[in-house]
Structure formats: C-alpha cells, structure tokens
C-alpha cells in the first residue's frame, strides 16, 4: 500500500486526498461538458461543483462522527481535525451535496433535477477515482481470499502487519463505479424527465454498494441491523426511493422534450 505519496517539507502528501481531489477535477470537466449538453452553462458546472465539494465534505465528515461518535465523545474537538484523523462516510457526502445542491438551484432559480441530471456522471466517475485512492490508503477492503488478485492490506494506517490476501473492494467498487458510468452515458437520450438520470444513478450505485459490503461484512464494515450493515440499510432505503422516483418522474415527462 502507498498511504503517503511523498512529503513536501514536513508535510505528507496522502494518496486518499490527492485521487478525491483528482476525482473532483475529473467530474468538473465532465460536468461542464454535461452542462452544454443540458442547455446550462459551463460556470454553472464549476459553481455546483465548488458548492458539493463543500456539503459533500462537510455531510460526509458529520455522519462518520455521529456513527462512530464514541470515538470522539472524549475528544470532540478531534472531530474537526479531518487532516489528521481522516474518516468520511460517503452517504453523508451525498446528503451534504444533494443540500449543497438543492441550496445552489434556489439561490440561481433553476431546477434542482436539472442540476443533478448534470452532476450524475460527474459523481460516478469522481466515485471510481477516489475509491483507488481508498486502495492505496489499504482502507475499506473485504474478507480473505484464494482468488490469485487476493491483497495483503495493512491492519493499520502505515502498520507492517497485514491480513491474509484479501478482496481488493475497494477496486471491485472503482470498477462498478465506471460500469455505472458507462450506463448513465448510454441511458441519458432515453431518460424522458429530468431527474431521472440522478435517480438512476442512485438507484445502480445503491445495488453496487450493498454488493460490494457482502465482502466487507465483518471486516472494515460492521453488522448494524438484521444481518446487514450501516452502508445496507441505507443503500436499501435509497433504492427503493429512488425507483419510486425514477417512475414517478417518469409519468410526469413523458411529453418533455429530451436533451440531445
């Protein structure tokens, strides 16, 4: 594992933070090009994109704290300290930046859905990038393996004890991530209402995210409820939300003309 690409004076540089910002440039260019397409312009894209980055970090930096609270009950202040203590959760992230965003339309007096339909790709290409920052950090990954890709990982962060080989999740969610994307492109001319795309994305990526924590259960994910885990139950409770409103959205645009 490579946790610290290299240091700069007295200060390292981690792999996990340099892929998620190289994540965020990625889906910014492809954002402003989902812009164009959407009849939006391209400083819009940069503006949503600066808005969930902010939201998105801040979501995801409040919901690892509140689930692992007991970590910080003695030290709350050490909860600011996300250069040092790391943690992020990425459901909170997609809660800060669906606010950041829904914050963003009402400020420009746009449609929410539009928004999101222009950030959907975005959000599966950054997600892939940075879940190989997530490998190299030697974070997040499944249950022992004979597989011949099986990965030694580093009990902890710079430990030189490792687990036996292991599935390397958080490639196999990388990789998902980019199926995903692949989906989104070819779907989109077919999508008759905006906010569909959005939806569906949630909708793939939830089915992709329960998949991945079957591997994980018992290792870098804890059981939470019934048998599942944290990340589970919440993919459960979007996905059902997002079909919902993937029809429902549907049965409202069937007349709307559709992007090129």
Known sequence: MLPTLFHIGPVAVRSYGTLLMLGFV??????????KRLGLSAELAIDLGLWVLVGGLLGARALFVALKWSDFAARPVQALYLWQEGGLSYHGGLLGGVAAGLLLARRCRISFWSLADMAAPSIALSYGITRFGCFLNGCCYGAPTTLPWGVRFPLFLDSRITTEPSHPTQIYAALGSFVILA??????????????????????????RAAVEVLRKGYTAQVFLDGLTQAQVASAAILVGAIFGFIHLGRGGRNQPRPA
Request: no cysteine; charged share 20%; aromatic share 8%.
């Open 26 to 35: 990625a889906g910014i260019l492809l954002a402003r090009r989902e812009a």
């Open 183 to 208: 989906l989104l492109m070819k779907a989109r001319p077919r999508l008759p209402a905006r906010g569909q795309l959005f939806l569906l994305y949630l909708a793939l990526y939830s089915a992709l």
